[in-house]
């Protein structure tokens, strides 16, 4: 009996790697926009947006609209391109490169630059403004540990799947709604390597010193992905923060039912701050 149990664990696992393969044929001939653009001559003020894990910059169109006054750019963190093979092999480092270089090089055009980051990116938001002196941060559903996950167990997983990977097919994304088709891009599998990396860069923003800067945060105690308890313990150790909690709404709160009510806390900071 346990023969046969072992047997069937294999082949789904051989069954996800071959349709993670397909997947991403599929993502080799329909490439998507990554680094997200918008900019208006003459503008002072940018936001730097850092996605989230397994998403892209295209999860933030709907949000630029509410942003007129501030120009947007989005950089796509995990890999060179839209594919399985490029998101597995990316580290921690590199998504911690990408943002301080983003973020230098807009300081260079812009008298303001506000950071904002949503799950992954607002780790990383978090994480920058601990590398450097910024103003203004806002934070969506901060990734600060797995969801009812325990911290040795994190650390199993970060160990375990540090140079071993296998793709895991994502079921649907944590939404209490139905998401319009195409609304929010995924890769489809989530590589486990990259977990590794994303448990990492958890323990290294926790490692260093809390963060000084002014700092809003928006999270949903209903998030099954990134645990709201652990993001508020950690959070409110910080001096100057905001946050704002919801209770309906799932993980990825820009486009669940709360979302108008996440982009008027994000303006009205926006506004109090100008």
């Given at each position: ?8 664990i ?8 071959f ?12 490439q998507?926009e ?13 936001i ?40 597995t ?49 806002i ?12 911290s ?32 929010v891009?995924?890769y ?16 290294l ?22 645990d ?9 150790k ?16 820009l486009?669940?039912?709360d979302?108008?009510?996440v ?12």
């Open positions: 009996m346990l023969g046969v149990m072992l047997l069937i294999v082949s789904l696992i051989l069954v996800m790697q349709l993670a393969k397909k997947r991403d044929q599929v993502l080799a001939l329909n998507v990554y680094d997200l653009v918008q900019k208006r001559e003459g503008n002072k003020q940018c730097l947006m850092l996605h989230g894990f397994g998403v892209t910059p295209q999860m933030f169109l709907e949000l630029q609209k509410h942003l007129e006054s501030y120009d947007c750019y989005a950089p796509i963190l995990t890999g060179s391109s839209c594919s399985l093979k490029s998101f092999d990316s580290k921690s480092q590199d998504w911690i490169t990408i943002a301080c270089d983003s973020y230098d090089e807009l300081t260079k055009s812009y008298e303001q630059v506000v950071v904002l980051g949503f799950s992954m990116g607002g780790l990383l938001a978090y994480h920058l403004t601990q590398l450097r002196q910024i103003d203004r941060c934070i969506l559903a901060p990734y600060f540990g797995l969801y009812k996950v325990p040795f167990f994190e650390q199993i997983l970060m160990s375990l799947f540090e140079n071993i990977n296998l793709y895991i097919k994502n079921k649907s994304l944590d939404c209490s709604k139905s998401l319009k088709k195409g609304e891009f995924t489809g599998f989530t590589p486990t390597k990259a977990v590794s990396q994303l448990i990492k860069l958890s323990y923003v926790k490692s260093l010193p809390q963060s000084k800067s002014s700092i809003l945060v928006i999270h949903s105690q209903s998030d099954h992905v990134a709201f308890t652990k993001s508020k313990a950690f959070l409110n910080s001096e100057h923060v905001k946050f704002v909690s919801f209770e309906k709404s799932y993980h990825y709160i486009h669940d039912v979302k108008v009510n982009y008027n806390e994000i303006t009205t900071y926006l506004k109090e701050r100008d």
